[in-house]
């Protein structure tokens, strides 16, 4: 099922980065035009993984974290299930290549982390 506030939210991060913004038309046209959110927030997840090793893209790690934080925080369920499920779960768990990303969280994203027991 559809659900247009995590469409809005996979929207709003791929208008944030060039990257991403390429990878939404790669997901696009690998699924025939539709936006599989839980799908590509994994692809978010891993791109994200991916340049947070990279210190000149510290900042940009940062600013996806916080509004992702803040997506989270005035989310409706949607959209913090979706964040929840397909963000938060698949980051590393800790001491597995990548999990620093996990000490860069904001608060509402650690505490849902903490929540759910990751």
Same mark, same amino acid.
């Given at each position: ?40 927030? #994994? $692809? ?8 947070? +090793? ?5 900042? @940009? *790690?940062? &600013?996806m ?8 925080e005035? #989310? $409706? ?8 499920? +397909? ?5 590393? @768990? *800790?001491? &597995? ?22």
């Open positions: 099922m559809m659900n247009e506030t995590q469409i809005q939210l996979v929207k709003a991060l791929a208008a944030r980065s060039l990257e991403l913004a390429g990878l939404l038309a790669e997901h696009q046209a690998d699924h025939r035009g539709e936006i599989l959110t839980h799908v590509f927030m #994994g $692809d978010v997840t891993r791109w994200l993984i991916r340049i947070a +090793s990279d210190s000149r893209r510290r900042s @940009e *790690v940062r &600013e974290l916080e509004f992702l934080d803040a997506k989270f005035r #989310g $409706d369920e949607g959209v913090r299930e979706l964040i929840s499920v +397909s963000f938060l779960e698949n980051l590393p @768990e *800790v001491g &597995e290549p990548g999990s620093d990303i996990v000490k860069r969280l904001g608060p509402h994203l650690a505490n849902e982390m903490q929540r759910r027991g990751s």
